[in-house]
T-cell receptor, first 114, second 110 residues
Framework: KAGVTQTPRYLIKTRGQQVTLSCSPI?????VSWYQQTPGQGLQFLFEYFSETQRNKGNFPGRFSGRQFSNSRSEMNVSTLELGDSALYLC?????????????FGQGTRLTVV | TQLLEQSPQFLSIQEGENLTVYCNSS?????LQWYRQEPGEGPVLLVTVVTGGEVKKLKRLTFQFGDARKDSSLHITAAQPGDTGLYLCAGENTGNQFYFGTGTSLTVIP
């Protein structure tokens, strides 16, 4: 079966702009989590959605938001981009909220803010 | 503040050598997972440990969860070039927050 699909793979944006990233989970999975990965901070949890509801949220400013649709696809939005937002954004899907079941990660979206 | 500290941060060894990666915390975790991430890919789950003192083996990889559920280790026997990657521990604490460790970058030289 198809894996987790994240689009786009690469993105270059200018400071102050906003960006929307998309994640299509594995068919049948209802939980989607988002992470930010940087060389300095490692992998940091952004938020988790389950059945269209935000179940958990990490310690990120309000510029970072997300949502999940009825087909379990999820989007995350970052407004007023800052240089420090440059990172690999990873999405993970699972049948139920982690860590009770295995999470499968996508290849990520590499965001560069210039 | 990183709740899960991994050591070493970088490790470069020859093929055939053994190695151990550590994941330590001052917090108690209800479960702990180990992932491997290769360049350009997302992390892939290797194992989940849930019981204090639990030991799990996956071929040449041995995972141990500390008795107090605050730490874990990953031991690789006779490392191979295919083991190269970023190893990450991750766990859910009692507050239902999920954290990843700082990561250990392993390079196995043929």
């Amino acid at each position: 079966k198809a894996g987790v699909t994240q689009t786009p793979r690469y993105l270059i944006k200018t400071r102050g702009q906003q960006v929307t990233l998309s994640c299509s989970p594995i068919s049948g999975h209802r939980s989607v989590s988002w992470y930010q990965q940087t060389p300095g901070q490692g992998l940091q949890f952004l938020f988790e959605y389950f059945s269209e509801t935000q179940r958990n949220k990490g310690n990120f400013p309000g510029r970072f938001s997300g949502r999940q649709f009825s087909n379990s696809r999820s989007e995350m939005n970052v407004s007023t981009l800052e240089l420090g937002d440059s990172a690999l954004y990873l999405c993970a899907s699972s049948f139920s909220p982690v860590p009770n079941t295995e999470a499968f990660f996508g290849q990520g979206t590499r965001l560069t803010v210039v | 503040t990183q709740l899960l500290e991994q050591s070493p941060q970088f490790l470069s060894i020859q093929e055939g050598e053994n190695l151990t990666v550590y994941c330590n915390s001052s917090s108690v975790f209800s479960s702990l997972q180990w992932y491997r991430q290769e360049p350009g890919e997302g992390p892939v789950l290797l194992v989940t440990v849930v019981t204090g003192g639990e030991v799990k083996k996956l071929k040449r990889l041995t995972f141990q969860f500390g008795d107090a559920r605050k730490d874990s280790s990953l031991h690789i026997t006779a490392a191979q070039p295919g083991d190269t990657g970023l190893y990450l521990c991750a766990g859910e604490n009692t507050g239902n927050q999920f954290y990843f460790g700082t990561g250990t970058s392993l390079t196995v030289i043929p």
